[in-house]
């Protein structure tokens, strides 16, 4: 049975600007640690194969999923969880836009969508709508608002709240 | 226990105030098997019921649950309506067994029609009954006192709910004089207003089953048979018994293991020996074949005139068969629970549409009274139908009794595709009769084994046969968004295709031929005219179709584009006319239908569970394509908004819509004919 408890473990991770102590195995998930060992539960578990994006977290600035990260490849890495984007109450234009856009529904695939669209716009300041299809294109939401997830990074992009639609 | 009773208890339990009871209506209340029942903490009459504290916050509690189709904003509009104070003033608590009314659970679209009207008449006897006291208080006419923005006033006066509330021990129910504003006079409800708690989605903070934590708590896994109905022959824990802190619980076929941490857990369930014994299963390969000789006897839905007769008038005559495959809800949330036993009580958080359902399972199971079960369901990660059941919940609830702590088990994607249950395969059978000018003389329908619902469709057809024909299924299945009227609104609307097309007619005119509905035309001619059908120039190999339906009080048409290339079909352009009575919330509705569109790309152009005895072959989603970003079409949804009937739930009918007009545009681009879902040419 492969168990790597013997391997050093990994004691420090830096999430969303602070130092935290953890004590893991190196071949544990990322996600795993986030969720369990520090109660940052908003990377979700979708598939544990990468291939819906829910728990999409930040590793210097770039989208990975943490589901089939190793933690030992965080350790050392600026880890941004959706939690460390709002900054002094002030959310993150995106995380405005989707509440604006009303890009979601039952919100479980949110958090991921917003990781992938904050690394999609760090990479790409003014992404063309075919541009965020193809950034946003590993992420799954299957209550279906991909048009809403296109509107909202579009709009975070141009800087500009557009307003609501007319009702 | 008397009512009378019930009612002091209330406000003993809510801490004074005043309190509306929602009483369901009595026919309705034996619909739903409203009786009297011994785990109930409340009657079963009262449906619903909205508290203003003496503190003037607003409460209402429903045994509704929100998965994603935002009835916890629309219900929270419904209610500002009445009660005219602003939506962030009032606060839904849903799902607690323990705290929220009887419901027989969120399925069926029928939130919108049945909860929304009570907790409208609740908060509309609310406004009356603060208007009462107000009235009383300042020694003034009622008619004299207003309710706006929160606020009692009147010449002279104003008060808060709360200033009204304080010191009162008030129960009211509400009576059958009352009138609710009418839609065209809505100020809240019929807007577009945002998720009310949308801040703590895209934040991370909204906490769902598998996001909670409890001191102790434990991680569960369960060892799952090697193939549907496996027994478990032989089984060998003596390597687990040694790991620390490990729990083993068997009983019967059912074996698992909770550890202290995930990875643990993991462990103890790969050191687990059984050994499983199966029979033999069909495969899909003989599915369609299998269902026809394991079909029941027929279950008549419509018999009207003679077929036989029909047939002799008609001019053509075609006959063929449709099929639809297994499909997956894939809930980005798999199931997922949370037990904790606090000596004889069991309290379980669980994803599901039936949080009463799941406690009368509970119950059931462990052989324990229902009071003593409480199921709280957090808003969850979406249910397409799906969520009906509650496996983890039992699987949480064992767990934890053996381990003295409390357990979290959360399936993983493969489990959720494997042990769950799917939309039904099915096969339809149709044959029709039809004159040169395009009249439809005769219609018979069968399905076996997909399901009824919306088998019988909104056209005149004076010669008709309509049976559904129940069957064995070698997978478990179970309701799904729009039940069958997916499969059954695919068939029907293909095969009018294919008469209109033998027939040399337009098939939007010999629809229109066929119908007399007014609100069936009224959406058929709003698509098509958003569409421009048969004004534009269709580019070489593309195709249009269009595909009509009616089904829990919607009527929808819609209209799509399709080019296909190198032998793969895209959509290219959908629009969606819908129309469900009077709108609630436009960008919600918006969102609803669009959203159903999306999904049901899916289930007409891929997703497929393949199996072969008693295995799922393709239980990832790796493996098991849904619909993502580039697979989105142009979509235009046109709202026919009918202030002047009532509103119907909208959250699944929007999704029969496309599979049957992509059918029809792929056979306008290509002349083959698909008559199977998903479609693949």
Redesign the interface.
């Known amino acids: 049975?492969p168990?790597n408890r013997d391997m050093p473990r990994i004691t420090e991770l830096d999430v969303n600007g602070i130092s935290r102590r953890v004590k893991a195995?190196p071949e544990?998930s990322l996600l795993?640690v986030l969720?369990?060992d520090l109660?940052?539960?908003?990377?979700?578990?979708?598939?544990?194969?990468g291939?819906?994006g829910?728990c999409t977290v930040l590793l210097d600035g770039e989208a990975v999923r943490s589901c089939i990260t190793p933690v030992s490849q965080a350790a050392g890495k600026r880890i941004i969880?959706?939690?460390g984007?709002?900054r002094e109450g002030q959310?993150h234009p995106l995380?405005e836009a989707?509440?604006?856009t009303?890009a979601?529904?039952?919100?479980?695939?949110?958090?991921g969508m917003?990781m992938s669209g904050v690394s999609l716009l760090g990479r790409n300041a003014r992404p063309s709508d075919a541009e965020?299809?193809?950034g946003?294109?590993g992420?799954?939401?299957?209550?279906?608002?991909?048009?809403?997830?296109?509107a909202a990074v579009r709009m975070a992009s141009l800087g500009t709240k557009s307003t609501?639609?007319p009702? | 226990m008397t009512a009378e009773l019930t009612r002091r208890d209330f406000l003993t339990a809510l801490g004074g105030g005043m309190v509306v009871l929602c009483l369901a209506e009595a026919a309705d209340a034996q619909e739903s098997g409203r009786r009297a029942h011994s785990g109930d903490a409340h009657p079963r009459e009262i449906s619903a019921w909205l508290h203003v504290g003496e503190d003037g916050a607003v409460t209402v509690y429903t045994g509704k649950t929100e998965?994603?189709?935002?009835i916890r904003t629309s219900l929270t509009q419904a209610v500002a309506e009445e009660l005219h104070a602003p939506v962030s003033s009032i606060r839904l608590l849903m799902a607690d067994t323990d705290l929220t009314p009887y419901d027989m659970g969120t399925f069926g679209s029928r939130t919108t029609p049945s909860m929304a009207p009570e907790l409208r008449k609740a908060a509309a006897a609310a406004r009356q009954a603060l208007i009462g006291i107000a009235a009383a208080k300042w020694k003034v006419d009622k008619s004299a006192v207003q309710v706006s923005e929160g606020k009692v006033f009147c010449a002279g006066h104003s008060a808060g709910f709360g200033e009204l509330t304080r010191g009162q021990q008030l129960v009211e129910t509400i009576g059958s004089e009352l009138t609710l504003t009418p839609a065209a006079e809505w100020k809240v409800a019929?807007?577009?207003i945002?998720?009310v708690n949308?801040?703590d989605?895209?934040?991370?903070?909204?906490?769902?089953t598998?996001?909670l934590?409890r001191p102790d708590m434990l991680?569960g896994k369960v060892l799952r048979p090697t193939a549907f109905g496996a027994k478990l022959a032989s089984f060998d824990d003596s390597a687990v018994r040694q790991m620390p802190g490990v729990t083993v619980v068997r009983e019967g076929d059912f074996a698992a293991v909770a550890a202290p941490?995930?990875?643990s857990a993991e462990?103890a369930l790969?050191?687990l020996q059984g050994q499983w014994k199966a029979e033999p299963q069909p495969s899909d390969r003989e599915l369609f074949a299998y269902f026809k000789t394991n079909a029941e006897p027929a279950e008549d839905r419509q018999t009207r005139g003679s077929i036989e007769h029909g047939m002799a008038e008609a001019d053509r005559k075609l006959s063929e068969t449709y099929s639809v495959a297994y499909i997956a809800h894939?809930?980005?949330?798999?199931r997922a629970a949370l037990a904790e036993w606090n000596g004889e009580k069991l309290t379980v958080w669980t994803g599901t549409q039936r949080p009463f359902g799941v406690r009368s399972e509970l119950a059931a199971a462990l052989n324990i009274p229902e009071e003593r079960v409480r199921v709280i369901v957090p808003?969850?990660?979406?249910g397409?139908g799906g969520k009906h059941s509650g496996e983890a919940a039992l699987e949480a609830a064992r767990l934890a009794k053996a381990a003295g702590k409390p357990v979290q088990v959360?399936w993983?994607?493969e489990e959720e595709f494997t042990w769950a249950y799917l939309r039904p395969a099915g096969v339809i059978e149709i044959s029709s009769g039809a004159r040169n000018d395009g009249t439809i003389t005769a219609w018979e329908f069968h399905n076996y084994n997909s399901g009824s619902s919306a088998i019988q469709g909104t056209y005149e057809i004076p010669n008709q046969r309509i049976a559904f024909h129940p069957a064995k299924t070698p997978l478990r299945q179970g309701s799904y968004r729009g039940l069958a009227a997916t499969a059954n609104h695919f068939a029907r609307e293909s095969h009018i295709d294919e008469m209109a097309h033998a027939l040399g007619i337009d098939p939007l005119e010999f629809r229109l031929r066929n119908l007399k509905n007014e609100r069936q035309r009224a959406v058929l001619v709003a698509a098509a005219e958003k569409f421009g059908w048969g004004k534009q120039k269709v580019a070489q190999g593309h195709g249009c179709g269009l595909s009509l339906g009616f089904e829990k009080g919607s009527y929808l048409a819609t209209c799509a584009e399709v080019s296909v290339e190198g032998g793969r079909p895209k959509i290219v352009r959908v629009v969606e006319a819908f129309e469900c009575g009077a709108v609630v919330n436009?960008?919600?509705l918006?969102?609803?239908v669009?959203?159903?569109?999306?999904?049901a790309i899916g289930g007409a152009l891929f997703e497929q569970i393949r199996f072969d005895n008693g295995r799922i072959l393709n239980p990832?989603?790796?493996q098991y394509r849904?619909?993502?970003?580039?697979d989105?079409p142009m979509?235009e949804t046109v709202l026919v908004n009918r202030k002047d009937l009532p509103s119907a739930g909208a959250g699944e009918t929007p999704i029969v819509g496309p599979a049957p007009a992509v059918a029809n545009a792929i056979f306008r681009a290509t002349g083959k004919r698909l008559r199977s879902m998903p479609l693949t040419l």
């Open positions: 049975m168990d195995s544990r795993s969720r369990d109660d940052l539960t908003g990377a979700k578990y979708g598939c544990g194969e291939q819906c829910a969880t959706i939690e984007l709002e959310l995380q989707f509440i604006e009303g979601m529904q039952c919100g479980y695939c949110t958090p917003i965020i299809v193809h946003m294109q992420n799954i939401c299957r209550c279906g608002t991909y048009p809403r997830i296109v609501r639609r009702s | 998965v994603g189709q935002n019929g807007r577009s945002p998720k949308a801040r989605f895209v934040t991370g903070k909204h906490r769902y598998p996001d934590k991680y941490d995930a990875a462990r790969a050191a894939v809930p980005l949330e798999p808003d969850t990660g979406s397409y959360v993983t994607r436009p960008d919600h918006r969102n609803q669009e959203g159903a569109i999306v999904m990832k989603l790796s849904v619909p993502r970003f580039a989105v979509i």
